[in-house]
């Protein structure tokens, strides 16, 4: 199963991560950049069939813990609007409140305006995405007690800078505001700091982490062991290969209530309940008069099997073992008449240099391995399908292609590309 994250922004014109992971092979099949939230729809054929988990910048959503009355039940929570009236500069009136986990006699909540849920919702729409999970990107990055996250959206000054500070608690936003309030965090309550990327002004950020350090030299030996603020890096993931899993693991939902995507059902079906029982028993009298004679055939099947496996061992006594006979032959043949050599590299390149010029697709590096008569390369185009057409061609000339993960880069498309002669 394929899973495609999408980091939405808080107005049209902002540009649009997007990461397409694969459940089966375990690796990051896509990813890339959109201009806007206009471009979209492309991620559709990108990955048509895969779950859609939605990020949204959290500088769009307020997070608030409530301390509800003693054995409170389930009907107070619809008071906790009015609870937060005083400490909300929006109209509760024209807000979403929804709700995360209850500890003891506290409520996690999550205010949102009802404009801005249906906008991400309406952006999806549009592109014929259908997505039912949603969570702020604070809450989708890693969490540990006395621990605070970090995470940069790009390189560049304006990247978004997402800080979790707390299992419920976080800010997201330019990076020219963001740095002075996370100075104030460590200043009020001395943390570790575990940055996930590349940011601007790291010296700043390392000055402030030894500042803490610094200030915490006064305690003991044995409390300075275990409570010293310290700096780390970790660049195991993609910032969105990262969002992605926490969005997972986060157990909240924005979408709740009335945002909950109801997925389309036919209105029609109990009129014609009647007349699908019918043809599913026609069906089963079908398949049983089918499985009879299916069970025949098999029967026929093995004989011929049989004796083509007996003419293959006659024929081929050290043909290896393969699920395709027919190409294990026609490989034992080229083998055969190579005389066990192999292909040249140069004659590979030359058999497939009209593919190289009707696809436009251009070889950035090289590797050959001669004993496996296998070649490598890390290939440049200018989109997904000039990638394709270029492996179906080579497919043609009767050598095997491997596809490997491919990414975006700017307005180029770069894959990996393994040929077996």
Known sequence: ????????????????????WSDTEKEIIASGELPDMNALDQLKERAPNALVVGIVPSCDVVLKTVQLPLKANRKVLNAIPFMLEDELASDISKSFFAFGKRIGDSQQVAIVTREKLLFWQEALKQANLYCDLLVPDVLALPYSDNNISLLSMGNSEHAPLIVRADEWAGFQGEQSWAYPLLEKQLNAKPLSVTVYSELQHSDYLEALVKKQQDDSEEVTASEEQSNQPNLSQNYDKLPMQLLLDGALDAKFNLLQGEFVVKRKTNAQWDKWRLAAVLAAIALCVNLVG?????????????????????SIKKGFPNL??????????????ARLEQGGGGISMIVMLTQMSPSFANTGVTPQSIRYDASRTELRMQSVASNFESLEKFRREVQALGFEVDQGAINNQGDQVIGTVVIKG
Do not use: Y
Request: aromatic share 2%.
């Open 1 to 20: 199963m394929e899973k495609l994250a999408i980091r939405l922004g808080s107005n049209p014109q902002d540009p649009v991560h997007w990461l397409v």
């Open 290 to 310: 089918k499985t009879l004679e299916l069970n025949s055939i098999k029967s026929q099947r093995q004989s011929v099997e049989s004796r083509l496996q007996a």
């Open 320 to 333: 290896p073992k393969s699920r395709n006979k027919e190409a294990a032959i026609k490989k034992e043949m």
